[in-house]
């Protein structure tokens, strides 16, 4: 596909150039000299799926880049495949990785061996936040409401669905039963997608879903966000349903749920590049961030807008390292 | 009835110029997408997706839909000429398309393919128009459970297919079941049988094992057997597509049976290639005259196509209220959606009215179009039987290795799949089945996670799997056609006794 998809995405980015008239890119003295490959460690349809697709999207259409983005799936051993691939690249300034929280828990509770010090960081383009939801039928219209239930009952009789297993979805599940004090029987599925229709269809009790993956089932109706795992409330009052709005939902630390979580979507080069090269990737990253096209996926998912880059992005990601090992061997998900 | 009226409205929002010659691009290049084995649907849905961002939604999405109709109708074409299943859910097909090609019918297996596939999925876009609402409910009672039952249906309906003896029907499974256990196991999220090697960390792809199985399989065997198509004797003739219209009609059981089935498939959502499989085995159990299945039995052609198309339709329709993708594309036409700032689910019916109805009409019209295009080709396609052999082989083989390395930019795929393509002639010389180990390899791993997953929630208890009317009535239906063979051989006993008898006292 690769030949293909290049020579298509050529074509496509010529035409798009023909169309938007010529423009003087104000770039820094790198720039991309053949398409860049865009390596997503998930599937296609996710988060991040969706995300590089976008940026491709955005890419081309405001003719930010002369060279187009070519996003290639490598989801192979919950995303160790990508970043092996990204890994093994080194000093290649074409190929670039956007991440999710498998850049820290896939190699924790695999034992695949790369690390994020094997690439280079470029940028953090936003955070996604996870939502505590309950379906729209359940008596639960609080987090008081859930927190006694699930007090109330046996360990395991509360079901919680989540995305795969000994990640992101799973580890928000283990801090919730040191939180309550009892535990969850946890049940993984593929996709962020059929979570939310498990909880619609009442298979199980609650999930911790993106806004994105369930927002559909909220605005319909059939399921009720109890509390959002972030220090801030999300800052979008545009309303979802006829009442409330992204942020009307409370911090589940405000209700007295004290868990806090937030995935990272960033950008990841391979090791062994020059300044100049990440430097372009941040600048193009900036860019697309002005468009208007960004801040409604980012109102639509209801993400947490924080950018960074530099120095000040090494550190956060070196902490947010500390913190997933720390959770995961709390949970018992290290390889052995 | 104010869905026709919408409907009448998404004819008018279809038929301008632009959409048309968007849904004829769409087609055309969803043929050819199809015809390459790997580079699938999906694939090519996600390639065009970013180009199609500044169009309207309305025009994008037709575009798109096409592309996968397209890639639907081509899939059936490779599948027949060379044996190489273009897409999964085309794997059945070859079953007895390939043998019709080889006795010079290539022409007739295409036609009835392609008709096949425009009724089921003419069917589906009708239970798409009429009953999205109520179908879109019944999607959601579908728990792990459900879904177990579903695969397990697969399994026990294509139980029996195969000539061969039963303990190499089981052999071939198994070693299905071993190969889709590779990789990562998602309940829980640990690492099986890679042995330390990142190559296998992704698992074995049912199409890399598929193309080198089948594909490569019989350029093997050919090659043996003497460097000739046995096709090539073939009469190229326009008049092969009425010739088999006029047949098809007998059919309309199969063809029927299929429609259920993948309207079925795809709502809840099983998927296209279960469909194609499940149909191809009850069209074999209910046919009278069973043993001439894989021997070029235009009924198995039927059968797989209608499902799959029927099944592939229908597939979207859980994407568009509930936000379930029924299929890689589908996930991939989701994606899109969002992106457009549509967002699916319950309340696009509602709120993006002329989208919604834009779409299915394009789906009528895409079917129609679609149709037309890939029948007036027939006679082109089966022409490429009379190259010789020693010209398309090399070429054949190309096809095989661009489609490895396609399904995952991986360079070791190919290898997997030339070391498929030596198994694939071993098990044709030693008579060993591929249709389990193929349907082991799709399904297996699927069933596995729903049966943990419905374990995990019954807490270890089988009983969950007739916890409730639906669940339970699939399971023992799936039972009842496991042991078929065994109960129609007592109820055949028994009747014989009680004649016995009678003529005793007579």
């Not at chain 2, 939604?57 to 575009?63: E, G, K, N, Q, V």
Request: charged share 15%; net charge neutral.
């Amino acid at each position: 596909m690769n030949r293909t998809a290049v020579a298509r995405a050529a074509v496509a980015a010529a035409l798009a150039t023909a169309a938007a008239g010529w423009q003087a890119p104000a770039l820094a003295a790198w720039e991309p000299t053949k398409p860049v490959e865009f390596v997503v460690p998930a599937g296609t349809g996710g988060g991040a799926d969706q995300m590089a697709r976008f940026l491709q999207g955005v890419v081309a259409k405001h003719n930010l880049m002369k060279q187009p983005f070519v996003v290639v799936n490598k989801s192979g051993g919950a995303g160790a495949e990508g970043f092996l691939e990204v890994k093994n690249a080194k000093g290649d300034p074409h190929k670039i990785i956007i991440t999710l929280s498998n850049l820290f828990t896939t190699p924790l509770a695999t034992g695949v061996p790369f690390n994020w010090k094997d690439l280079t960081p470029v940028a953090m383009l936003a955070l996604d936040e996870f939502v505590l939801w309950v379906n729209a039928e359940s008596p639960y219209k609080s987090v008081a409401d859930y927190v006694a239930a699930v007090k109330a009952g046996d360990n395991g009789k509360f079901k919680m669905a989540g995305t795969g297993s000994k990640q992101e979805d799973q580890i928000i599940t283990v801090a919730l039963e040191k939180a309550i004090g009892k535990k969850f029987t946890y049940v993984p599925f593929k996709g962020g997608g059929d979570v939310a229709v498990q909880l619609v269809g009442k298979h199980v009790d609650s999930t911790v879903n993106n806004p994105i993956e369930a927002i559909a089932h909220w605005r319909s109706g059939a399921l009720r966000p109890l509390c959002v795992f972030d220090e801030k409330p999300m800052p979008y009052p545009d309303k979802v349903t006829a009442t409330q709005a992204w942020q009307d939902v409370p911090t589940c630390k405000s209700q007295g749920l004290d868990v806090e979580y937030t995935m990272l979507r960033g950008i990841f080069m391979p090791a062994g590049v020059t300044q100049d090269q990440v430097d372009f990737y941040v600048n193009l990253f900036k860019k697309v961030r002005e468009t208007p096209d960004w801040k409604e996926f980012t109102r639509n998912g209801a993400y947490n807008n924080t950018f960074m880059t530099g120095k000040e992005f090494v550190d956060w990601v070196g902490k947010a390292e500390v913190k997933h090992k720390q959770l995961m061997q709390e949970a018992g998900f290290l390889a052995k | 009835m104010e869905d026709i009226g919408n409907l009448l409205h998404g004819f008018a929002v279809a038929l301008t110029w632009q959409n048309l010659l968007f849904m004829l691009v769409g087609i055309l290049l969803g043929v050819l997408i199809g015809v390459l084995p790997g580079l699938g649907g999906a694939n090519g849905v996600a390639i065009l997706l970013p180009l199609t961002f500044s169009m309207s939604p309305t025009s994008a999405i037709i575009m798109l839909s096409c592309i996968y109709w397209g890639a639907l109708f081509g899939g059936a074409i490779t599948s027949i000429l060379f044996n190489i299943p273009g897409e999964p859910w085309s794997v059945a097909t070859t079953f007895d398309g390939y043998p019709m090609a080889q006795q010079g019918r290539a022409g007739e297996a295409m036609t009835a393919a392609f008709t096949s596939s425009f009724v089921g999925a003419f069917v589906a876009v009708m239970v798409i128009t009429f009953l999205a609402p109520l179908v879109a409910r019944f999607a959601l009672k579908f728990g792990p459970p459900e879904y177990f039952s579903v695969q397990f249906l697969t399994f026990c309906s294509f139980i029996g297919m195969s000539r061969e003896p039963p303990a190499k029907t089981i052999a071939a499974m198994m070693i299905g079941f071993a190969l889709a256990a590779v990789g990562l196991d998602i309940v829980t999220g640990q690492l099986r049988m890679t042995f330390g090697t990142t190559e296998l960390l992704q698992g074995f792809d049912f199409l890399i094992a598929v193309i080198g199985l089948f594909g490569l399989g019989e350029i093997l065997l050919t090659m043996e057997e003497g460097l000739a198509f046995k096709g090539a004797k073939g009469r190229i003739d326009a008049k092969v597509v009425w010739e088999t219209w006029k047949k098809l009609p007998r059919y309309w059981m199969t063809s029927l049976r299929g429609c259920l089935i993948g309207c079925w498939m795809g709502i809840t959502p099983g998927g296209a290639t279960p469909a194609s499989f499940m149909s191809y085995g009850m069209a074999r159990r209910m046919s009278k005259d069973k043993d001439s299945f894989g021997n070029g039995n235009i009924e198995g052609v039927v059968a797989p196509e209608t499902a799959a198309h029927a099944a592939g339709t229908s597939a979207l329709l859980p994407m568009l209220t509930l936000g379930i993708p029924g299929s890689p594309t589908a996930a991939v036409l989701l994606g899109g959606l969002l992106i457009w700032g549509l967002q699916p689910g319950p309340l696009l019916f509602v709120e993006k009215k002329e989208f919604v109805w834009g779409l299915i009409a394009s789906m009528y019209l895409g079917n129609i179009v679609g149709l037309l295009i890939v029948l007036t080709t027939v006679p082109w396609w089966a022409a490429i039987l009379r190259i010789p052999f020693s010209i398309i082989a090399p070429v054949i083989v190309v096809i095989c290795a661009v489609g490895a390395y396609t399904v995952h930019n991986n360079l070791f795929d190919v290898f997997m799949m030339v070391v498929f393509g030596v198994a694939g002639y071993f098990f044709k010389k030693l008579r060993y089945p591929l249709a389990p180990l193929v349907l082991a390899l799709v399904l297996g791993d699927m069933a596995e996670t729903s049966f943990r997953q419905s374990m995990l929630l019954s807490g270890g208890n089988v009983s969950v799997f007739w916890s409730n009317g639906l669940v339970g009535s699939i399971m023992t239906l799936a039972l009842v056609l496991l042991l078929w063979p065994l109960i129609s051989r007592g109820l055949g006993a028994w009747k014989q006794r009680i004649r016995a008898a009678e003529d005793r006292a007579a």
